[in-house]
């Protein structure tokens, strides 16, 4: 339950304090007070929309903390310990929710000392406080409306979700099989020429890199003669020409550095330099001489290789790529064509998917259809027994639920609100039949019925008994508060019948000190309420007999 709401420069508020209590609490004034201004600050920290205009005419800010117990909202709970906003068996049963507007437009919020965004604000506000307004039966004239009152009193959120998700994926792919059904001859005429393609480069076998190696091998076959020869010379240059070789030269040099390195050992460090040169010529001539072993005149080979070189340049140029990039062309044309030949393209699999697809929404629509005509039921009698009391004697209120046309993101219903005002006069539609006075009660009707379903642990009705009163107001009043004996009920009213029933009384004034006018709210007691009743039932003049009256009243 809110348990405390904190104001500070807030339209024509200045600054106010107040404890909320449970059970029902009666917001009650003079007309133009300020009765629906504390309405407003709740529904703005709980996510509602702001401008600048609620700030307080010379103030910079506007300031609204609103305390909520939510020791009996395990929802609430829950969804704080997900956002990282409570922790798991924290014992402190209070969250408080606080927003702060400049007269600039700018917003900020914070859940238990916590920024946040408003869709959070929202999301949170919808498991703690529900709100009536004074107007909503100007929205139930449209269908829209209509259908979310009944879902929202059938509870069918969950169920809502799973229709609109499959209606985005069966939409999704009717859409693309259209599009594809319209583009078939295009779509064929690119997975050919894909074919044709990927056959030339798949005929030739490609390898990675294998252009590099053929380049290598075709320098290599071309150039066999000479690179025997150069092989051949430098082998008896280094070692095999006896006497000559570079091999003999040195070694005749290292044997007369060796006598003398008797004579000075500063000699041996150019002693060990030609002994390792010694040692790398010979492995030199040796790795020459397997060189020349290795090479082949192989005019065949020679043949292919050119022949296959021959190909990657003719394919190169027809793919507009380098002979080294054609391996990597046809990976990216294989990829293309197994794109355009995957399901999403292919009509026949598309077709399958998408009946698949349109069954399951079938089947989810059905079950959130059955819902709503099972609660339809219980909404239509509610209302209707409602009706009866609230001076509609021989009223009927019903739902009527047909298939709708086409499938939509909410379902296969059509949802319609029908009334018959009168004895034995035929139910027609809501907006055909009813007058504003009929069409209030209607809605106040179907608001107190819904109320009974919803487990939010406050509920708040903004002037919700306009255009009624005497005997029917005074039933307005009891039923809200036997609300209140569950749950916390706030209630602005302008009637005494409805503010005589509350548990609770504050009263909203206009305070004026001759420059400015500001708004305060008194809690009344037990006298207080005696005078505030007497003043909404009798005007300016307030009489002994009236007083009389607002203490039967209370004591009723």
Known sequence: MLSHIYLKDFAIIEKLDLELKSGMTALTGETGAGKSILIDAIGLVLGDRADSGIVRHGAEKTEITLSVDIEDTPTAKQWLIEQDLR??????????????????????????????????????????????????????MKKNMQRSMLDDFAGNQNLIKKVSEAYDSWKELSNKLSLLSNQNSDHQAKLDLLRFQTQELDELQLSENESQSLDEEHARLSNSGHLIDTSSYCVVQLYDADEQSIYSNIS???????????????????????????????????????????????????????????????????????????????????????????????????????????????????????ARQK??????????????????????????????????????????????????????????????????????????????????????????????????????????????????????????????????????????NGKTTSTGMLVLDSEQRVDEIARMMGGIDITQTTLDLAKEMLAN
């Open 252 to 370: 005749d040099v290292v044997q007369r550095i060796e006598a003398a390195k008797q004579l000075d050992s500063i000699l041996q460090e150019p002693l060990e330099l030609l002994q390792n040169a010694q040692i790398q010529i010979q492995e030199s001539a040796d790795l020459l001489r397997r060189y020349q072993e290795s090479v082949e005149l192989d005019p065949e080979r020679l043949d292919w290789v050119n022949q296959r070189l021959s190909s990657f340049h003719e394919l190169a140029r027809k793919h507009q790529t380098t002979p080294d990039q054609l391996f990597e062309k046809w990976q990216s044309l294989h990829e293309s064509l197994a794109s355009l030949s995957g399901d999403d393209y292919d009509l026949d699999a598309l077709q399958a998917k998408l009946e698949k697809t349109e069954e399951y929404y079938v089947n989810t629509a059905e079950a959130l259809s059955k």
């Open 87 to 140: 922790q798991d068996g924290d014992e402190d049963d209070e969250c408080i929710l606080r927003r702060v507007i400049t007269a600039t437009g700018k917003s900020r919020a914070w859940i238990n000392g916590s920024p946040c965004n408003l869709k959070m604000m929202r999301e949170l506000g919808e498991q703690l406080v529900d709100i009536h307004g004074q107007h909503e039966h100007q929205s139930l």
């Open 375 to 512: 609660s339809a039921k219980l909404l239509s009698t509610g209302v209707s027994k409602e009706m009866q009391q609230l001076g509609m004697e021989g009223g009927k209120f019903a739902i009527q639920i047909s298939k709708a046309d086409n499938f939509t993101n909410y379902g296969i219903d059509d949802i319609e609100f029908t009334v018959s005002a009168n004895p034995g006069q035929p139910l027609k539609a809501l907006n055909k039949v009813a007058s504003g006075g009929e069409l209030s009660r209607i809605s106040l009707a179907i608001q107190m019925i819904a109320a009974q379903r919803v487990t939010l642990p406050a509920l708040i009705f903004d002037e919700v008994d306009s255009g009624i009163g005497g005997g029917i107001a005074e039933v307005v009043g009891k039923q809200l508060r036997k609300l209140g004996s569950s749950r916390q009920v706030l209630c602005v009213t302008h009637l005494p019948q409805v503010a005589s029933c509350a548990h609770n009384h504050h009263k909203v004034t206009k305070i004026k």
